[in-house]
Every structure is written in structure tokens, then in C-alpha cells.
């Protein structure tokens, strides 16, 4: 059974701050791997997705990397901003015909200005 | 274009009853999953439909249930709601099923918050 770790729960950082979301899985073998936020009573805005083929992905200030093989990826996000304050969600798909993901329990950052 | 869209936005039910979620997909989408979120829990996948068919299920009972309509809407419906079911619910839709290796983003709604008392 896939199960799906983040670390660390909360983060706060001061803004401007580069900073490393980590996330890790049990099961490496994994169809893709995706990155979500979730603002405070909403739902799931996808940041990145990553395939199991590929090492790493980058939208704006924003880079997802992924090591299967060692059940590992990290969400870098560059020059923090009081807007980046969110839980972010880390999610796999297992594939084996299914589509559904797993998902951590998510990292809460706070930006301080 | 729209987004996916789920109704209502909050929903209060007693022990035992029944609560009806409602989730009309992103227009082309004909996969819709169903997830619990709650407290401390985390996010649970609960059921996914695809071309109307009820497609894989979580580890939850049989009183969660749901279908998907012809214009791949779909329904949650919990039977017999005990004080643990209280959490938001999100339903997400995708493109339908993919070659082994394709990109499958799922797109999620804004949820709906069910609370039991």
C-alpha cells in the first residue's frame, strides 16, 4: 500500500527566503507525481506535475524535482512571497489502471513579510 | 471556461441521515474522483467514475456511494452519516482513461464541507 510522507508539517519562513518542501513515498512504482496547493478552506490548485520518466519540472519561481528510485521529490520555491502562504499537497499516482491519487497530509508554509 | 463546480458549498445533516454532494465536471472531462478530506487525516481518495461506470473505490463502506449521470456530472451520496464523516469533500475530473504513461492532471473543485452533528 503506497503511502505518502511530508516533511516538515509547518514551515514559516521571512519573505524572500528560498525554501524546500520535501515529500516521500513507499512505493517507487509510481506513473507521475504531483504538487498541489490548498488555500485555507478551498480546494487543490495543481503547481507541477511530473512524470516517472522525468528528473524535474519548473513553472516560474517553482521547482519540482523527483528520484524514484530512492521515493523521493522536493518542491524548491524561489524568493518567497506573503502569497505563497498555503498547504502544500504532495500526490502520486500508482497507476496499475487506477487513476486515483495518494496524497500526504501536506506541509502548511507561512510567508511573514 | 468553467472549472469543475460542486454544490452545495456547506451542508449540515443530523446522525443517520443522508447527504446528496453534486459535481459537474471541467467540459471534455469524463473522469470524476471523489475525495475526503478530513481532520488530521489528510486527503482519502473515495470513489472514481469514468464514462458512467463506477471505475475503483476507496477503503470506506458501502453507505458511501455514488454514480455518474450521461453528461459525466456526478453524485456522492452518504447513507446513515455518523459524526466521523464530517470533512470537506472534493471532487476533481480528468480526461478519461489514458495510455500507461500520459499526463492525467486532475482538476479539483472548490469542495463541499459536510458537517454531521
Known amino acids: 500500500k503506497q503511502e505518502v510522507t511530508q516533511i516538515p508539517a509547518a514551515l514559516s519562513v521571512p519573505e524572500g527566503e528560498n525554501l524546500v518542501l520535501n515529500c516521500s513515498f513507499t512505493d517507487s512504482a509510481i506513473y507521475n507525481l504531483q504538487w498541489f496547493r490548498q488555500d485555507p478552506g478551498k480546494g487543490l490548485t495543481s503547481l507541477l506535475l511530473?512524470?516517472?520518466?522525468?528528473r524535474e519540472q519548473t513553472s516560474g519561481r517553482l521547482n519540482a524535482s523527483l528520484d524514484k528510485s530512492s521515493g523521493r521529490s522536493t518542491l524548491y520555491i524561489a524568493a518567497s512571497q506573503p502569497g505563497d502562504s498555503a498547504t502544500y499537497l504532495c500526490?502520486?499516482?500508482?497507476?496499475?489502471?487506477?487513476?486515483?491519487?495518494?496524497f500526504g497530509k501536506g506541509t502548511k508554509l507561512s510567508v511573514i513579510p | 471556461e468553467a472549472g469543475v463546480t460542486q454544490s452545495p458549498t456547506h451542508l449540515i445533516k443530523t446522525r443517520g441521515q443522508q447527504a446528496t454532494l453534486r459535481c459537474s465536471p471541467i467540459?471534455?472531462?469524463?473522469?470524476v474522483y471523489w475525495y475526503q478530506q478530513a481532520l488530521g487525516l489528510g486527503l482519502q481518495f473515495l470513489l472514481w467514475y469514468d464514462e458512467g461506470e463506477e471505475r475503483n473505490r476507496g477503503n470506506f463502506p458501502p453507505r458511501f456511494s455514488g454514480r455518474q449521470f450521461p453528461n459525466y456530472s456526478s453524485e456522492l451520496n452518504v447513507n446513515a452519516l455518523e459524526l466521523e464523516d464530517s470533512a470537506l469533500y472534493l471532487c476533481?475530473?480528468?480526461?478519461?482513461?489514458?495510455?500507461?504513461?500520459?499526463?492525467?492532471?486532475?482538476?479539483f473543485g472548490a469542495g463541499t464541507r459536510l458537517s454531521v452533528l
Open positions: 476533481a475530473s480528468s480526461l478519461g482513461s489514458l495510455p500507461v504513461g500520459a499526463k492525467n492532471i486532475q482538476y
Open positions: 500526490a502520486v499516482n500508482s497507476g496499475a489502471g487506477s487513476y486515483q491519487l495518494t
Open positions: 467540459s471534455g472531462h469524463t473522469s
Open positions: 511530473i512524470q516517472s520518466s522525468q
